[in-house]
DNA sequence: CGGCAATCGTTAATATATTAAGGTAGTCTA
DNA sequence: TAGACTACCTTAATATATTAACGATTGCCG
């Protein structure tokens, strides 16, 4: 019985990595009272001026209930208005308060600072790699991925 | 004012390119009852016979409070058994059942055959490539990674 | 016009992530 | 050998992740 997979865990890497990286910015997130995932939105809306939530979430990887309380706690911060569009009251249209910009505006030269450096600690060839791998991952346009045929679950108990 | 930082959001797009890949497994790992966590300790653990708690967090990247849940969980579900050390009762070995150990033998070769279909689906190159650019981040020597200066918090509210 | 399916955000329930603090068992040193 | 120190795991509190289901709106179509 081969106790190893014929595959080493691929997402599982991926974790590691993320985590070699993110660890030498979590510090300047936290220091500003902000979570991984609320930097994240600021830093993305910032750049286009509002945001639907749902763009939100493919955006930032975040899903919809997760967001919603994202938000609400952001919005309780002062760093978010959410306001409904008057065409489909459905749709919510979320925007940057001036004391979030200003937020961003202070904590976003901390951010490039410290990707300076860990580019040249990584070295900037590899940096550059790991933004083209991604890309190709993320954004290459393939077939649809068959499933493989899962077989009727087993009583196990 | 520039909206944008000089340097795209390389932990997000990690995330982005996790999720494409993670997203052809998951429907496996749930069809068994599990949490993609819960598998990750199954398969780290099935390959060694038995870990402690510390070298699964470091291993399966899960921190030690989330860790202590999951393993409760799994003990409750019949699939691990947590023994003290005699030498050291500070210390504890974790092991597989044979309940869990049959989930494995029926689960492991399914996510073989879901890696061979999105090596095919993704090309062979790109997955090696990804394999060894995780690599590099992970278990390169680097010296030691500066952290940039913090300033003092300014009182927003 | 009216029914109906799809969209969008939310709520609910449970599992995990994160930070801080606690508790117990080993280790070290004066 | 007492007391300080450290290592390992756990608990506590809050934030986020995940799946299912709900409620309000809108668009479609008969």
Redo the contacts between chains.
Sequence with gaps: ?P????????????????????C??R??IT???LT?QQW?IL??V????QLEPREICE???ILSPSLTGVLSRMEDM?LVTRTRMAEDQRRVIVRLTP?AE??V??L?P??????K??EQ??GPA??Q???E??????S?E??P????P??P??N??
């Design positions: 019985m106790r190893k997979l014929a595959y080493r865990n691929l997402p599982q890497l991926f974790l590691r990595a993320r985590e070699e990286l993110l030498h910015f510090p300047i220091h500003f009272g991984e994240r830093r993305t910032n750049e286009t001026g955006i930032c990887q002062g004391k200003a937020l505006a202070e976003g901390l951010i490039v600072e410290q990707y450096i860990i600690a990584f590899l940096i790699e790991l933004y791998v991604m890309d190709k991952v993320i290459a393939r077939g991925i068959p499933q493989v899962l077989p679950r087993k196990w108990d």
